[in-house]
């Protein structure tokens, strides 16, 4: 059987978030970020398009290297203002059976106690439905406005998620033994004491001592994303990720990544296949190949090349606004997305190709034609890089979301690469096509649930 496509829908609580000025086009209803209809009504109409997901990026900080000041992205809105991401879900739950929630969370600035406890807290109240995407930030400017002088060194970040991982496995797995609560009225036992552990860590970053807040969700752990694409982003995967997130610009690339992906899960003991697969795309889709073209050059019409590039400078650290339109841009080695650095280090950039590659205010690969075109050339990213699936990246708010789920998802369907129906289950058992919510064996975190208890007489109980 062919590979089903994944699909997530890839948005952020602002206005402008990866195509850059497109917030003023006449169709567009991104300024309504700040309203629960906003989110409902989009909740409603991905589930409608069978997306597996509603893939929510954030932001702590703001984009100050263009320029050195943040004036261009407060004209274009370059994902200033943005609002928390996770007061959104419960919301979006209640008008939805099947849609996920990958929510982004820096865990820089997280408490892992507190924040093991909002996650449990919206995996119960979505029945399951909920994923982290782990991040460590890049932003100087966030790290400043938390007090401290500068971001902690990139390798260094991933040094302090591996043990934020490490206490979050004890809260959610270790803490509460699968038949704690027992709720029972009679005897007045709502939870059994003696299926509670106490979570002690003591580490380089963390000092945590008490219990979980919350009773098991569903899932315990939530859907565990990241996006880290350096040598250290890749280890951190292969041992926590269960579904990343690439920019690939060409399949030979996404290709190469994708394979650095799989053997990272391999190099830590898991399956190639444990980890699901995503890039992040733009589609412009119309129903012929004329009129899409067409309405690609409307878009552009809208877009902020300036504001892509703004963005793209706070990616790589480098501020491009200090270069002359043809002044070749020298890469230097910084302390913010490597991925981006990158991509300036292999290559001879100015100003003027930067500014050309984010002609739609972004710079994902961006596809554009008629329906069966959009759907033969997402088969064949699919086909030929080993992907799993996408991040569909929003133009227009909601018209290229109503577009894909109208026009191109039909034309998937008629070719057996996506599905007709949600099957049952929490977000994990959907993804995975499992019976089971719960981390697999495989996985790490598995290994911190049910450990021994240790009553107050001091004796040794096993969950």
């Not at 412009?284 to 073209?293: C, D, F, K, N, S």
């Not at 230097?332 to 100003?351: C, F, M, P």
């Not at 992907?387 to 998802?409: A, H, K, M, Q």
């Amino acid at each position: 059987m062919a590979k089903q496509i994944l699909l997530n829908a890839f948005n952020m609580n602002c206005i402008g978030h990866i195509n850059h000025g497109l917030w003023t086009h006449p169709r567009d209803t991104s300024t309504q970020y700040k309203t629960l209809a906003y989110w409902t009504d989009l909740a409603r109409l991905l589930e409608r398009g069978l997306f597996d997901g509603l893939f929510i990026a954030d932001i702590v900080g703001t984009y100050d290297i263009y320029g050195n000041s943040v004036d261009v992205p407060l004209k274009e809105s370059i994902q200033l203002p943005v609002n928390d991401p996770l007061l959104l879900v419960s919301a979006m739950a209640a008008v939805t059976r099947h849609l996920g929630f990958g929510l982004t969370a820096n865990l820089t600035y997280e408490a892992p106690y507190l924040f093991a406890r909002r996650l449990s807290t919206l995996d119960h109240l979505s029945n399951g439905r909920v994923g982290w995407n782990i991040v460590t930030g890049y932003l100087d400017s966030a790290a400043r406005a938390m007090g401290l002088a500068q971001q902690p060194e990139h390798d260094r970040r991933y040094d302090q998620a591996d043990e934020y991982l490490q206490v979050l496995y004890q809260l959610l797995e270790g803490s509460w033994a699968d038949d704690a609560v027992v709720s029972d009225r009679k005897r007045r036992v709502y939870a059994e004491p003696s299926k509670v552990r106490k979570v002690r860590h003591q580490g380089e970053f963390y000092t945590v001592e008490g219990y979980h807040l919350c009773e098991p969700s569903p899932q315990r752990t939530p859907v565990l994303f990241q996006a880290g694409s350096s040598p250290r982003g890749l280890a951190f995967a292969g041992n926590h990720a269960e579904c990343v997130f690439i920019s690939g610009q060409s399949k030979a690339a996404t290709r190469a990544q994708v394979d650095k992906v799989r053997a990272a899960a391999q190099a830590a003991g898991r399956s190639a296949q444990a980890v699901k697969v995503f890039m992040g795309i733009t589609v412009i889709v119309a129903p012929t190949e004329q009129q899409a073209q067409a309405k690609y050059a409307e878009y552009l019409q809208h877009a902020s090349a300036e504001a892509g590039v703004a963005h793209f400078a706070a990616s790589t650290g480098i501020d491009f606004a200090s270069y002359g339109l043809d002044e070749p841009i020298g890469a230097s080695k910084g302390n913010a997305i490597q991925s981006a650095t990158r991509q300036l280090q292999e290559n001879v950039w100015t100003r003027r190709q930067l500014l050309e590659q984010h002609a739609l205010g972004g710079r994902y690969v961006t596809l554009v034609g008629a329906p069966d075109q959009i759907a033969e050339q997402l088969i064949a990213w699919i086909d030929e890089t080993g992907l799993d699936g996408f991040n569909l990246t929003r133009t227009v708010t909601p018209e290229s979301y109503e577009d894909f789920i109208e026009l191109v998802v039909p034309q998937l369907q008629q070719r057996g690469r996506y599905k007709t129906a949600y099957a049952d289950g929490t977000l994990r058992e959907k993804l995975f096509e499992s019976d089971h919510p719960h981390l697999p064996a495989e996985h790490p975190g598995s290994t911190y649930r049910n450990p021994p208890i240790v009553s107050p007489t001091g004796a040794l109980h096993h969950a």
